[in-house]
């Protein structure tokens, strides 16, 4: 089957999905999944007024950039922007046309179910600011927020605790190392008039979790601790907990394959007894079942009991081979 072929059997498959997310109010949305569609590490995306196309194995050639702006063009004709990200730092390889850079460059306002984010297909990171798969963990927060405080960890540009505050959440404290995710965050409360609810602090997630766990602060061996925001001891009614696959710091390593404990321990002692916290993990080689049942077992370790569970499952223009999403996504509600 041809690249043309494969995009326009994706996007009959779709049909339903961008029908209903018109009259939701989406214009955000993946219409080619390559890993599961037919041509692993391409992924086509709607950003709002744009088609965002994004190569993380091999380039395109001409003939199939061609290929592809030709169906896209013919659904809709938006803007094309293509980044190729196939280096191995997936840093944005190739030149753009000078009649699209400064659309690229210039941020741009999306909607998902009528909650406005700020967008840049084209900036001094890597992510165009809004990770589409996160749309059923933004839906489910904006159910259970209301009246509620949340805590939101690793929250790079804040599209959880967005969507929280504009459920209705009473509180809501955004934790990210990076200024430049928080800002995003900042620019995508006050889209939604919610920048009074909103609370962004800058910091790295180990400490402030164990801060408001209560617990002490340590770091890694014969590692120096660098200063960070220091917070009071403090439980939500909602925490979600997003970290990246990999990352070290002084305070401490993020590993979703060997240890999410250390991550997942304090996150829990910050949620409240009838509280809940949502996780995440993103490594498609971890076992969902073997992972929720640690989960299981860290809760009960710390004298607590996980009372129901809720698995969240990604909407369909993100399909997986058998069911099996590499982003597994449960909420436990706690005693």
């Known amino acids: 089957m041809s690249l043309s072929q494969l995009l326009t059997k994706a996007f009959d498959q ?8 018109k009259v939701n109010r989406t214009d955000c949305y993946r219409v080619f999944h390559g890993t599961v569609e037919g041509i692993s590490g391409l992924n086509i995306d709607r950003y709002g007024d744009a088609w965002l196309i994004q190569t993380f194995h091999q380039s395109l050639t001409e003939d199939e950039l061609s290929q592809i702006s030709q169906v896209l063009t013919q659904t809709e004709a938006l803007p094309i922007v293509y980044n190729d990200r196939s280096d191995k730092n997936s840093r944005i390889l190739n030149p753009i046309d000078e009649s699209l850079e ?16 700020t967008s840049k297909l084209r900036h001094e990171g890597q992510d165009p600011l809004l990770f589409l798969d996160m749309r059923v963990g933004r839906e489910y927060v904006k159910a259970h927020s209301q009246d509620k405080s949340v805590l939101n960890l690793f929250s790079y540009t804040c599209g959880i605790g967005t969507a929280a505050a504009v459920g209705g959440a009473h509180r809501v404290i955004n934790v990210d190392f990076s200024s430049f995710a928080l800002a995003a965050g ?6 939604n008039g919610v920048e009074t609810v909103c609370e962004f602090v800058k910091s790295d997630a180990f400490p402030a979790m164990r801060q408001l766990a209560g617990l002490k602060v340590g770091g890694r061996r014969n590692q120096k601790l660098p200063t960070y925001p220091k917070l009071s001891p403090t439980q939500f009614d909602l925490v979600f907990l997003d970290p990246p696959r990999f990352a070290k710091s002084p305070f401490g390593t993020v590993d979703l394959i060997n240890d999410y404990q250390s991550l997942f321990k304090p996150a829990m002692m910050a949620t409240r007894a009838g509280g809940t916290i949502v996780c995440c993990n993103n490594v498609a080689k971890v076992d969902a079942e073997t992972w929720f049942q640690a989960l299981i077992r860290c809760v009960e370790k710390q004298g607590r009991q996980v009372s129901q569970h809720q ?8 399909p997986s081979f058998d069911e099996s999403h590499p982003l597994k996504i449960v909420a436990l509600t706690l005693n």
């Open 186 to 191: 900042r620019e995508n409360a006050q889209l």
């Open 311 to 318: 698995w969240l499952a990604c909407h369909s223009d993100f």
């Open 14 to 21: 779709r049909a339903q999905l961008i029908a209903d997310a």
């Open 102 to 117: 400064q659309f690229a460059i210039t941020p741009q306002v999306i909607e998902e179910n009528g909650i406005k984010f």
